[in-house]
């Protein structure tokens, strides 16, 4: 679990979750700054640097089978509220 992981934070929360077999992970991003590199140009501008960022975050934690879905807290607790959520399905 981590909460307001910023920036590239996310990322290593996330490697360091899937390297240890976590079952589950849950993650709240924050500070989206340089965390979209590698995603397609036409989803950032279509959908923003967070969305770019987290598509990506959730097509790395599918290619070490999780399954993935997405939460979110009130938007009055923090404007940066959608939730990463991952089960490990092998």
Not at 39 to 66: C, M, N, Q, S
């Amino acid at each position: 679990i981590a909460t307001h992981a910023c920036g590239t934070l996310t990322d290593k929360v996330l490697q360091q979750a899937v390297a240890m077999d976590a079952c589950g992970i849950a993650v709240m991003p924050c500070c989206y700054t340089g965390t979209d590199r590698g995603a397609p140009y036409g989803i950032k501008r279509a959908l923003g640097v967070a969305w770019a960022a987290d598509i990506k975050r959730t097509f790395f934690l599918e290619e070490h089978r999780y399954h993935t879905d997405y939460a979110a807290i009130p938007r009055e607790i923090t404007p940066l509220n959608r939730i990463i959520v991952a089960e490990d399905r092998s």
